[in-house]
Protein backbone atom coordinates (compact mmCIF):
# COMPACT_ATOMS: atom_id res chain seq x y z
CA UNK A 1 0.00 0.00 0.00
CA UNK A 2 1.65 3.46 -0.75
CA UNK A 3 1.57 5.81 2.03
CA UNK A 4 3.25 8.23 4.39
CA UNK A 5 4.95 6.78 7.69
CA UNK A 6 6.11 8.53 10.39
CA UNK A 7 8.59 7.11 13.31
CA UNK A 8 8.07 7.43 15.97
CA UNK A 9 4.33 7.84 17.35
CA UNK A 10 5.35 9.03 20.59
CA UNK A 11 8.51 10.90 21.41
CA UNK A 12 10.03 12.39 24.48
CA UNK A 13 12.85 14.96 23.98
CA UNK A 14 14.85 15.62 27.22
CA UNK A 15 16.52 19.50 27.90
CA UNK A 16 19.18 20.52 25.67
CA UNK A 17 18.89 17.23 23.47
CA UNK A 18 18.25 17.45 19.62
CA UNK A 19 15.53 14.91 18.19
CA UNK A 20 14.78 13.23 14.81
CA UNK A 21 11.42 12.65 13.53
CA UNK A 22 11.09 10.26 10.93
CA UNK A 23 9.11 10.51 7.50
CA UNK A 24 9.42 8.54 4.90
CA UNK A 25 6.77 8.07 1.66
CA UNK A 26 6.31 5.41 -1.05
CA UNK A 27 4.13 7.54 -3.52
CA UNK A 28 6.91 8.88 -5.65
CA UNK A 29 5.56 12.63 -4.65
CA UNK A 30 8.70 15.32 -5.05
CA UNK A 31 7.31 17.53 -2.17
CA UNK A 32 6.79 17.20 1.05
CA UNK A 33 6.29 19.55 4.26
CA UNK A 34 6.50 19.23 7.93
CA UNK A 35 3.65 21.30 10.07
CA UNK A 36 3.53 21.74 13.44
CA UNK A 37 0.18 21.61 15.46
CA UNK A 38 -0.38 22.43 18.79
CA UNK A 39 -3.49 21.65 20.79
CA UNK A 40 -6.69 23.34 19.68
CA UNK A 41 -4.91 24.91 16.95
CA UNK A 42 -4.05 24.80 13.07
CA UNK A 43 -1.41 23.61 11.25
CA UNK A 44 1.80 25.54 10.76
CA UNK A 45 4.33 25.35 8.11
CA UNK A 46 8.20 24.52 9.59
CA UNK A 47 9.84 23.38 5.86
CA UNK A 48 9.17 22.24 2.39
CA UNK A 49 10.84 20.29 -0.21
CA UNK A 50 10.06 20.57 -3.53
CA UNK A 51 12.63 18.02 -4.69
CA UNK A 52 15.79 16.46 -3.50
CA UNK A 53 18.70 18.00 -2.27
CA UNK A 54 16.48 21.72 -1.98
CA UNK A 55 14.17 23.21 1.09
CA UNK A 56 12.53 26.24 2.19
CA UNK A 57 12.09 27.82 5.47
CA UNK A 58 8.10 28.01 6.34
CA UNK A 59 6.74 30.18 8.56
CA UNK A 60 8.15 28.80 11.72
CA UNK A 61 11.45 27.25 11.13
CA UNK A 62 13.85 28.47 13.98
CA UNK A 63 15.02 25.51 16.00
CA UNK A 64 14.06 23.22 13.59
CA UNK A 65 16.67 21.47 10.75
CA UNK A 66 15.73 19.49 7.48
CA UNK A 67 17.13 17.17 4.86
CA UNK A 68 15.99 15.99 2.06
CA UNK A 69 18.89 13.41 0.62
CA UNK A 70 16.46 10.66 -0.72
CA UNK A 71 12.57 11.73 -2.65
CA UNK A 72 11.39 9.32 -0.49
CA UNK A 73 12.79 10.71 2.89
CA UNK A 74 12.04 14.01 4.69
CA UNK A 75 13.96 13.84 8.62
CA UNK A 76 12.72 16.79 10.81
CA UNK A 77 15.42 17.63 13.72
CA UNK A 78 13.89 19.46 16.67
CA UNK A 79 17.34 21.19 18.25
CA UNK A 80 17.56 22.29 21.41
CA UNK A 81 17.06 25.85 20.34
CA UNK A 82 13.57 24.97 20.06
CA UNK A 83 12.27 26.23 23.38
CA UNK A 84 9.01 24.98 23.03
CA UNK A 85 8.80 21.72 21.39
CA UNK A 86 5.88 20.47 22.68
CA UNK A 87 3.37 19.36 19.73
CA UNK A 88 1.90 17.49 17.41
CA UNK A 89 3.70 17.47 14.36
CA UNK A 90 2.58 16.12 10.52
CA UNK A 91 4.55 15.40 7.54
CA UNK A 92 3.18 15.42 4.04
CA UNK A 93 3.93 14.99 0.32
CA UNK A 94 2.58 15.78 -3.28
CA UNK A 95 2.38 15.13 -6.59
CA UNK A 96 3.71 17.28 -9.36
CA UNK A 97 2.49 17.14 -12.90
CA UNK A 98 -1.12 17.28 -14.14
CA UNK A 99 -4.18 15.37 -12.74
CA UNK A 100 -7.23 15.18 -10.40
CA UNK A 101 -5.07 14.95 -7.64
CA UNK A 102 -2.35 17.42 -8.29
CA UNK A 103 -1.82 19.60 -5.58
CA UNK A 104 -3.54 17.74 -2.68
CA UNK A 105 -0.93 17.28 0.17
CA UNK A 106 -1.26 13.68 1.56
CA UNK A 107 -0.66 13.07 5.41
CA UNK A 108 1.12 10.70 7.69
CA UNK A 109 -0.10 9.99 10.92
CA UNK A 110 1.71 12.18 13.09
CA UNK A 111 4.44 12.10 16.03
CA UNK A 112 3.55 13.92 19.52
CA UNK A 113 6.64 15.07 20.70
CA UNK A 114 6.50 15.76 24.80
CA UNK A 115 9.21 17.27 26.67
CA UNK A 116 10.77 15.17 29.80
CA UNK B 1 -1.55 37.48 1.36
CA UNK B 2 -3.78 34.61 0.97
CA UNK B 3 -5.86 33.08 4.08
CA UNK B 4 -8.48 30.95 4.97
CA UNK B 5 -11.20 32.16 7.58
CA UNK B 6 -13.05 29.29 9.30
CA UNK B 7 -16.16 29.88 11.43
CA UNK B 8 -14.94 28.98 15.36
CA UNK B 9 -16.09 25.78 16.78
CA UNK B 10 -16.71 23.77 18.74
CA UNK B 11 -19.74 22.93 17.10
CA UNK B 12 -22.14 20.53 19.09
CA UNK B 13 -25.30 18.56 16.61
CA UNK B 14 -27.34 15.84 17.61
CA UNK B 15 -27.09 12.88 15.34
CA UNK B 16 -28.85 13.04 11.92
CA UNK B 17 -28.75 17.13 12.40
CA UNK B 18 -27.89 19.33 8.94
CA UNK B 19 -24.35 20.50 9.69
CA UNK B 20 -23.06 23.95 7.88
CA UNK B 21 -19.04 24.74 8.45
CA UNK B 22 -18.37 28.06 7.10
CA UNK B 23 -15.21 28.73 4.90
CA UNK B 24 -14.45 31.83 3.55
CA UNK B 25 -10.74 32.93 1.35
CA UNK B 26 -9.17 35.66 0.18
CA UNK B 27 -6.78 34.90 -2.83
CA UNK B 28 -5.22 36.45 -5.84
CA UNK B 29 -6.01 34.07 -8.91
CA UNK B 30 -7.98 31.15 -8.62
CA UNK B 31 -6.50 28.91 -5.99
CA UNK B 32 -8.01 25.03 -5.43
CA UNK B 33 -9.98 24.87 -2.26
CA UNK B 34 -9.85 21.65 -0.35
CA UNK B 35 -11.94 20.48 3.05
CA UNK B 36 -9.89 17.54 5.28
CA UNK B 37 -10.91 16.12 8.80
CA UNK B 38 -8.51 14.93 11.36
CA UNK B 39 -9.83 12.36 13.63
CA UNK B 40 -8.41 12.41 17.37
CA UNK B 41 -4.59 11.84 17.30
CA UNK B 42 -4.32 11.12 13.75
CA UNK B 43 -3.49 12.86 10.84
CA UNK B 44 -5.21 14.85 8.34
CA UNK B 45 -7.45 12.82 5.21
CA UNK B 46 -9.13 14.89 2.11
CA UNK B 47 -12.57 14.93 2.32
CA UNK B 48 -13.26 16.52 -0.61
CA UNK B 49 -11.20 19.42 -3.04
CA UNK B 50 -12.79 21.27 -6.20
CA UNK B 51 -10.53 23.16 -8.57
CA UNK B 52 -12.37 25.96 -10.07
CA UNK B 53 -15.46 28.30 -10.07
CA UNK B 54 -18.93 26.74 -9.45
CA UNK B 55 -17.35 22.88 -8.83
CA UNK B 56 -19.08 20.88 -6.23
CA UNK B 57 -16.95 18.61 -4.13
CA UNK B 58 -18.58 15.74 -2.35
CA UNK B 59 -17.31 12.70 -0.47
CA UNK B 60 -19.33 10.67 1.91
CA UNK B 61 -22.58 12.49 2.30
CA UNK B 62 -20.60 15.75 2.67
CA UNK B 63 -20.66 18.74 -0.06
CA UNK B 64 -18.95 22.12 -0.63
CA UNK B 65 -19.64 24.31 -3.62
CA UNK B 66 -16.24 26.86 -4.86
CA UNK B 67 -18.36 30.32 -4.85
CA UNK B 68 -16.12 32.95 -6.03
CA UNK B 69 -18.51 35.86 -5.89
CA UNK B 70 -18.69 35.11 -2.14
CA UNK B 71 -15.60 33.76 -1.88
CA UNK B 72 -16.61 31.24 0.37
CA UNK B 73 -16.16 26.98 0.37
CA UNK B 74 -18.96 26.41 2.92
CA UNK B 75 -19.20 22.35 4.13
CA UNK B 76 -22.17 20.94 4.14
CA UNK B 77 -23.81 17.26 5.60
CA UNK B 78 -27.71 16.34 5.27
CA UNK B 79 -27.42 14.17 8.22
CA UNK B 80 -24.75 13.69 10.29
CA UNK B 81 -23.52 10.69 12.34
CA UNK B 82 -21.69 10.30 15.74
CA UNK B 83 -18.70 8.58 13.44
CA UNK B 84 -18.24 12.19 11.80
CA UNK B 85 -16.96 14.15 15.34
CA UNK B 86 -13.52 15.07 14.24
CA UNK B 87 -11.90 18.75 13.60
CA UNK B 88 -12.45 19.97 9.93
CA UNK B 89 -9.69 22.06 8.28
CA UNK B 90 -10.57 24.48 4.95
CA UNK B 91 -7.45 24.85 3.00
CA UNK B 92 -6.67 26.71 -0.37
CA UNK B 93 -3.48 25.91 -2.84
CA UNK B 94 -1.04 28.47 -2.64
CA UNK B 95 2.05 28.77 -5.30
CA UNK B 96 4.61 30.93 -4.62
CA UNK B 97 7.71 31.21 -6.72
CA UNK B 98 7.49 27.87 -7.79
CA UNK B 99 6.90 26.37 -4.74
CA UNK B 100 3.35 24.44 -4.09
CA UNK B 101 1.98 25.16 -0.42
CA UNK B 102 -1.55 24.96 0.93
CA UNK B 103 -2.85 27.31 3.51
CA UNK B 104 -5.36 26.04 6.55
CA UNK B 105 -7.75 27.90 8.43
CA UNK B 106 -7.63 27.31 12.18
CA UNK B 107 -9.65 24.09 12.24
CA UNK B 108 -13.88 23.85 13.51
CA UNK B 109 -14.09 21.31 15.87
CA UNK B 110 -17.87 19.26 15.29
CA UNK B 111 -19.10 17.31 18.58
CA UNK B 112 -22.17 14.89 17.31
CA UNK B 113 -24.02 12.94 19.83
CA UNK B 114 -26.50 10.80 20.17
Known amino acids: DGGITQSPKYLFRKEGQNVTLSCEQNLNHDAMYWYRQDPGQGLRLIYY???????QKGDIAEGYSVSREKKESFPLTVTSAQKNPTAFYLC???????????????FGPGTRLLVL | GNSVTQMEGPVTLSEEAFLTINCTYTATGYPSLFWYVQYPGEGLQLLLK?????DKGSNKGFEATYRKETTSFHLEKGSVQVSDSAVYFCALSDVQGGYNKLIFGAGTRLAVHP
Open chain 1, 92 to 106: ASMGQGTGTMVETQY
Open chain 1, 49 to 55: SQIVNDF
Open chain 2, 50 to 54: ATKAD
